[in-house]
């Protein structure tokens, strides 16, 4: 300590004024999920009281697992679930993107199309009427009020927008999100290859 910092702490100590605490910002994190199980979402939750260990260093600003409704601006990371399947999902990542600094494809279905993918064999109108008509047992019909309108094919995010970080896995095991996280809240882009796989 300097003879100048020495003098400064003697006064405080002898005045009995307290310094501020130092402020840390918390790194804004939000998650979403588009065409997909919640299978990803269920594995971020595995990671139990490990989280604990992020807990202080994040702020959850928007998900299924908060209850904010609209995406807000300023986001840090941003961990997308699943599929761009909708014109409400194409809309949705184009705004995500515009407010994270960071987007991370979040399973498979983001990072391939995965699951939704299998849809795209057909044309719209013969999924949606296996779905609502020759597989209905009543009230029969196709809906249009309330009901985002289906792309031509499903499709991985970054197909749309630019994506930052790949997470693998169907779903990523629980250790390699809590790795992922952790690398990126050290400011690193997490190498994710030995952590996690396609299909695992
Ligand atoms: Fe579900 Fe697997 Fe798709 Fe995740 S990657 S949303 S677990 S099907």
């Not at 269920?42 to 989280?51: A, G, V």
């Not at 979040?106 to 849809?119: E, I, K, L, S």
């Amino acid at each position: 300590m300097s003879d100048d910092q020495k003098k400064k702490a003697d006064k405080e100590a002898s005045s009995g004024e307290t310094k501020e605490p130092a402020v840390t910002k918390k790194v804004r994190v939000a998650t979403t999920w588009l065409d997909g199980c919640s299978g990803c979402h269920m594995s971020f939750l595995d990671i139990d009281q490990k989280i604990v260990d992020v807990a202080g260093s994040i702020e959850l600003v928007y998900g299924p697992l908060v209850d904010f409704k609209e995406f807000p601006e300023g986001v840090d990371v941003t961990l997308i679930e699943g599929a761009v399947s909708s014109h409400e999902d194409e809309e949705k990542v184009r705004l995500i993107r515009n407010r994270s600094y960071l987007v991370v494809s979040f399973g498979d279905c983001a990072v391939t199309a995965n699951v939704p993918a299998m849809r795209n064999q057909f044309k719209v109108d013969e999924i949606l009427n296996r779905g609502f008509i020759e597989n209905a047992s009543a009230q029969q019909g196709i809906p249009t009020i309330g009901v985002p309108r289906l792309l031509k094919k499903a499709r991985p995010v970054h197909e749309f927008i630019n994506v930052d970080v790949f997470l693998p896995g169907c779903p990523p095991p629980s250790d390699a999100i809590l790795f992922a996280v952790s690398e990126l809240l050290g400011g690193r882009i997490p190498d994710v290859s030995g952590k996690t796989r396609f299909g695992m």
